[in-house]
């Protein structure tokens, strides 16, 4: 393909993306009715606007960066998830189980299929990571509340890893926390000089996620 014909692409998915996004914050307040959670999305430019401008950049950078359509569609779904828990758990500290769950199951589908995003697995590995994090962060919540008696991590963290265990194998799940871990030791040392405090917790959720963005980019087509 040209190059005028691959920035077409490349605009035109950013576009999609947009759409995406929109959705994104549209969806996330009804599925956190269906849960029951009264929730009042809120009306900040970032809550607002960030969505639909974050899933346009992303997809028009997974579109330059994929040759195959099949993958880029795939891993635009996946990137929408995770702009979702990014923003929906920054505003409201939590990661939603209607948006986990299923999500969870096609990265499960995906997997047991062979993971078609890179070679070299055998079929059941995603799901043995998957499984293998989200036990390893489960402990790590329990073990964490028993220690400060109060909640370190919340079990939305560890659906979340289980599925980034489920979505990216082995290799690129370890190297998606280290990339979550540092930028919540950052982000948890800029809120601390912005408030002048130590008290108060943070969102980890985005962190994972934004971790696991970083791993799907460099995993192989």
Known sequence: MNSSGSVLIVIGWAVVGAGAGWFV????????????LDLVPGHKAWQVYGPPILCALLFGIFAAHLTSIPVLVLRSVF??????????DFEHRLIL?????????LALLLSLTGDPWFSGHDWWHGLATGLG???LFLLLALGGSLLFKTEAMGFGDVKLVAFMGLLLGPLPTVQALFYGVFLAGVGGIAI???RRSMKGTIAYGPY??????????????
């Open 208 to 221: 994972l996620a934004v971790g696991a963005l970083i791993a799907l980019y460099q995993l192989p087509q």
């Open 133 to 135: 994090a989200g036990v």
């Open 97 to 105: 189980d209607r948006v986990m769950f299923p999500s969870m199951v």
């Open 79 to 88: 990137v929408a998830v995770l702009v979702q828990v990014i923003f929906f």
């Open 25 to 36: 914050r549209w969806g996330s307040v009804r599925l956190a009715i269906m849960e029951n």
């Open 192 to 194: 601390i000089i912005w």
